[in-house]
């Protein structure tokens, strides 16, 4: 960012957006002139506030005496006069005792990695969990829920155990059930899911007429398990929506629904981090900078988390531009080498 201004402005537009970022409200050339160290008047730091407007760093909202910063402004003050904070030591503890000693498979790791990236953060978690390759079946059974309902209990890759459940068009006793697990898994244990539903689907297609309910079932069921979460990302786990209302939320509804609803949809949102998984290290992307219209009045902060060498996927936290940068890049740096970690360690 090519803007030069001198070590005044430049303390000056700190405090500002320090002083924005803690009491949301905008702050005028008074309190600017008496938070100073060395006594300054206010005439000089409304000339100084003016030039900093003039260079697209601040914005007058209404006619509201005070200033704030303009998206403009927070990339400048991230880039050229952040101070990001050591994180906590009890914040380290949390994680590090609920990431690295977890137990269960990896997707459970990375869900409730996003649920403490947004309670440490109070915004909102997300994790983009790795992209399903071929997954294999070792075997599979099923247990009768509720109406129309059916639970499919997958173990994939000989350890990864994944619940799907099922809606059916009619009632399946506990012994239907069980004939279709048994013909699923002399069939096709071993192989690959997606071709364990191609190949269900084709029977169907060659011999309809001979097609039983149980046969009907299986082939929906085929279809169903065998069909990937997303055809290019991977599963978006998104955590604490609702942080973003309130005092430090956004105030504008309209911008607030269609966040909503891009949460709702998510393929938009995982197809962003997606993006963010083929970099190294944290990145922030300020209003309008990811591109994505939703988030124009909100920052993202990301890292991307490794394993077996590579990087499997991205967490981070999505949040209001005020938000307290210096305190946030950390919990989102460390989570994401702690899962690095984690996975690194279930990988040997």
């Known amino acids: 960012m ?17 002083r924005y970022i803690s009491d949301g409200q905008p702050v005028g050339s008074k309190t600017l002139s008496t938070a100073l160290d060395a006594p300054v008047s206010s005439a000089t730091v409304r000339n100084t506030m003016k030039r900093l407007e003039d260079l697209g760093l601040l914005v007058s909202p209404h006619t509201s005496a005070g200033r704030v910063p303009t998206e403009l402004g927070y990339r400048f003050y991230v880039d050229t006069m952040l101070q990001v904070e050591p994180l906590q030591s009890d914040i380290a503890q949390t994680l590090t005792q609920e990431l690295v000693s977890a137990q269960g498979n990896r997707k459970q790791t990375l ?101 039983n309910h149980l046969m009907d079932l299986m082939v929906q069921i085929g279809g169903e398990v065998g069909a990937p979460t ?14 973003l209302i309130g005092d430090r939320g956004i105030d504008n509804t309209q911008k607030l629904r269609q966040l909503f609803e891009a949460f709702s949809q998510k393929r938009d949102i995982a197809h962003l981090l997606d993006r963010c998984a083929r970099e190294r290290g944290v990145q922030i992307f300020i209003g309008r900078e990811s591109g994505y219209e939703p988030f124009d009045d909100c920052t993202l902060i990301t890292s991307p988390y490794q394993g077996e060498g590579s990087n499997l996927g991205v967490l981070g936290v999505i949040g209001p531009t005020r938000m307290s940068y210096e305190r946030v890049i950390p919990v989102v740096d460390f989570t994401a080498r702690l899962l690095s970690l984690a996975n690194n360690e279930k990988d040997t």
């Open 230 to 243: 997303s055809e290019e990302e991977g599963e978006l786990v998104l955590e604490g929506q609702s942080k």
């Open 2 to 18: 090519n803007i030069n201004i001198d070590d005044r402005s430049q303390l000056l537009m700190k405090l500002l957006v320090e």
């Open 111 to 211: 869900q409730k990695a996003s649920a403490l990236l947004s309670e440490l953060t109070e915004m909102a978690g997300l994790v983009l969990l790795p992209k399903q390759g071929n997954q294999s079946l070792n075997r599979i059974e099923f247990m009768p829920l509720q109406a129309g309902q059916v639970l499919a209990i997958l173990i994939l890759n000989n350890q990864q155990v994944e619940n799907r459940i099922i809606s059916t068009d009619r009632e399946y006793s506990q012994e239907e059930l069980q004939t279709a697990a048994n013909y699923l898994n002399q069939h096709f244990a071993g192989r690959d899911l997606q071709e364990m539903g191609q190949a269900l689907q084709g029977a169907m297609a060659r011999d309809q007429a001979a097609i």
